[in-house]
């Protein structure tokens, strides 16, 4: 079975420094591997996808995740914060199902302080 | 162009009672996705629906149902209401059965049960 485990339940950092937020995955084949984020009363949004192309990948706003399957790890980062990335942000593993259906599998989240 | 909608934001039930949610997805999605967020967790997979059929099932009790209508909005519809399914219920869309993981999340509709 397909799984994340989001290391930190929250991370706290100021403005202007660089963010880390840890994921780490489990699964019996090369995964479909996500990030997705959660502003407050607003809808999930994703910030970017591995899916077996480069092992660093790009997304929104500045951040990027690098896949390395000898830490089986998908750890997201983003070299300067800024107030408005306070959020919640989730690592997600697509599963790819019989009947034809894949659904994703969230982590439990890490809640995203930026402090003036 | 409008994005997943969902109704109602908010709502408050009472233990034994019955909630049904909707959810319009974005013009031109065939495919709902249903997903229940408990406070301090993750979503949690419950449904997908496509072109009018039920194509992936999470687990979740028989209390839970869900169907798709043939302008692809969808409801969700929760009977015998427990307090452990106060919750956001969220909705996705995507174009097709299969998708590469971009799913288009509605805001969610909060259900909280007493």
């Known amino acids: 079975a397909q799984s994340v485990t989001q290391l930190d339940s929250h991370v706290s950092v100021s403005e202007g420094t660089p963010v880390l937020l840890r994921c780490n995955y489990s699964s019996s084949y090369s995964p479909s591997l996500f990030w997705y984020v959660q502003h407050p009363n607003k809808g999930l949004q994703l910030l970017l996808k591995?899916?077996?192309?480069?092992?660093l990948v790009k997304g929104i706003n500045g951040f990027e995740a690098e896949f390395k399957k000898s830490e089986t790890s998908f750890h997201l980062t983003k070299p300067s914060a800024h107030m408005s990335d306070a959020a919640e942000y989730f690592c997600?593993?697509?599963?790819?199902?019989?009947?034809?259906?894949?659904?994703?599998?969230f982590g439990a989240g890490t809640r995203l302080a930026v402090h003036p | 162009d409008a994005g997943v909608t969902q109704s109602p934001t908010h709502l408050i039930k009472t233990r034994g009672q019955q909630v049904t949610l909707r959810c319009s997805p974005i013009s031109g999605h065939k495919s709902v996705s249903w997903y229940q967020q408990v406070l301090g967790q993750g979503p949690q997979f419950i449904f997908q629906y496509y072109e009018k059929e039920e194509r992936g099932r999470g687990n979740f009790p028989d209390r839970f149902s869900a169907r798709q209508f043939p302008n692809y909005s969808s409801e969700l519809n929760v009977n015998a209401l427990l307090l452990g399914d106060s919750a956001l219920y969220l909705c996705?869309?995507?174009?097709?059965?299969?998708?590469?993981?971009?799913?288009?999340f509605g805001e969610g509709s909060r259900l909280t049960v007493l």
């Open positions: 996705a869309s995507t174009p097709g059965q299969l998708h590469t993981g971009e799913l288009f």
């Open positions: 997600v593993v697509s599963d790819l199902l019989s009947g034809g259906y894949n659904k994703l599998i």
């Open positions: 591995y899916t077996s192309a480069a092992t």
